[in-house]
């Protein structure tokens, strides 16, 4: 019933490697076979077989007005017809960096770039410019894109110095990046305390809710403490609004949690399905960029035409008609009706939810940080996860990830997918 996405899957392995274009959609972590998708809309999908799906991956973010939304086509479809592509200023960039400017608190001034990755890596680089240093404490399991800064891990200890978690990052590169757990203030107050480490940290850099180890809330004070911390030793305070921007409110995570940070990266929904990412902060850092200052950042497709059409279109209709009180209400009461449903199985199992990002654990344990996170049944998780799937439900496909929920999400839609949990918990 999914040859189509078999027979392309042996295509894609020959020419690309492992058969996708981002690690994550390979299914390794879950097993079996990725599939292949062909249109969606709403909170659907449909994969090359014809087979439907309700999607609680939207594109791992972006999508919270679902796929193919109206407004967002329509702005695409308009924008097109006038040039793709100008690698010149537009009216419209100027339109989108008000509107963010507006309503993201921690924003004097932002630059448009293409992805989240480009956003924190160029965030780093301003960071270590505008302080002179050349240190990043960063949170064990948080993810801020690819760029070699960011892909270290934790050793064994409470904090230690980087080792690359990848090959082919340089091991000069990874020790600059020290890493501490999530919701452990201590360990960043000790890093930012040392007397041979303080001077030389440029910045902290957090996912305000973290998204990358599935979700995981800070704890009362944590981003406080943090502020606190950095304004203290003079280093700045990053947060990683890839994934929070525009998905907990309109004024992100640093709106819901009241704590300002010196730079901000956003991306995923600001693109409303395009590539888009975009980093800002006060006017005194963000001034230190090229050309106004010496820290050098720049891009061909930067604040594409498309791109920022879809940004803004889906960024106005989520101002026009905020659905963040309902989105809230209702993750919050399917969380708790999946959490009876486990009960009900037997099966030990923590959700963590903050706003319509979600992901539960298949652990009985409360989940602060990446340890307590890993102590889930990885195994159970692959299994639900493909029991989910011949159920036509589309989760992200491994246990360290955010679902999320869209406005497109019907009463119906989470009725089935409960229908598919219940009937899935019994079979792993
Ligand atoms: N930061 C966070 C918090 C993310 O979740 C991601 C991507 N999942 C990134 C940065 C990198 O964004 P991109 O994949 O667009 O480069």
Avoid at 150 to 166: C, E, I, Q, Y
């Amino acid at each position: 019933m999914r040859e189509r996405s078999k027979e392309l899957l042996l295509r894609a392995r020959a020419v690309i490697p492992g058969g996708v274009n981002s690690p994550v959609r390979a299914h390794r972590a879950v097993g079996g076979d990725p599939v292949f998708l062909a249109r969606g809309k709403g909170a659907h999908v449909w994969d090359v077989d014809g087979n439907e799906y309700i999607d609680f991956i939207g594109s791992w973010g972006p999508l919270i007005l679902g796929h193919a939304h109206d407004a967002v086509i329509a702005a695409v479809q308009q924008t097109a017809q006038w040039g793709t592509s100008f690698g010149a200023s537009t009216e419209r960039e100027v339109e989108f960096a008000e509107l963010l400017v507006r309503l993201v608190p921690s924003l004097d001034k932002v630059r448009l770039v293409s992805s989240g990755t480009e956003a924190t890596m160029s965030a780093l680089r301003l960071a270590r410019g505008f302080t002179g240093r050349d240190k990043l404490i960063k949170v064990e399991g948080g993810y801020h894109g690819h760029a070699d800064a960011f892909l270290v891990r934790a050793g064994s200890g409470a904090a230690t110095f980087g080792v690359p978690d990848s090959a082919g990052v340089p091991a000069g590169v990874a020790a600059d990046t020290l890493t501490v757990p999530y919701n452990d203030l201590e360990g960043v107050g000790e890093l930012l305390s040392s007397k041979k480490l303080r001077a030389q940290i440029a910045a902290v850099i957090v996912e305000p809710v973290a998204g990358n180890m599935g979700v995981v809330p800070p704890d009362q004070g944590y981003l406080q403490g943090l502020r606190e911390l950095c304004d203290h030793s003079g280093c700045l305070l990053i947060f990683d609004e890839v994934i929070t921007g525009f998905r907990v409110g309109l004024s992100g995570a640093q709106g819901l949690y009241g704590v300002r940070p010196d730079l901000t990266c956003l991306g995923k929904i600001i693109g409303g399905g395009l590539p888009v990412g975009a980093y800002g902060g006060r006017s005194e850092i963000m001034d230190r960029i090229a050309p106004d200052g010496p820290v050098y950042q720049a891009g061909t497709l930067s604040g594409n035409p498309l791109a920022v059409a879809a940004g803004l279109a889906a960024v106005n209709e989520l101002m026009r008609d905020p659905p963040y009180a309902v989105l809230e209400r209702r993750t919050n009461q399917f969380v708790e009706q999946v959490g009876q449903c486990a009960r009900e199985a037997g099966i030990p199992s923590t959700t963590n939810h903050v706003g319509s990002m979600f992901t539960t654990f298949f652990t009985d344990r409360p989940v602060r940080d990446l340890t307590s996170a890993k102590l889930s049944n990885t195994e159970r998780f692959g299994r639900f996860h493909h029991a989910m799937l011949e159920r036509g439900v589309l989760l992200a496909p491994s246990q360290f990830e955010a679902a999320f929920l869209s406005t497109a999400h019907s009463s119906e839609d989470l009725a089935r997918t409960l229908e598919a949990v219940r009937e899935s918990l019994a079979t792993v």
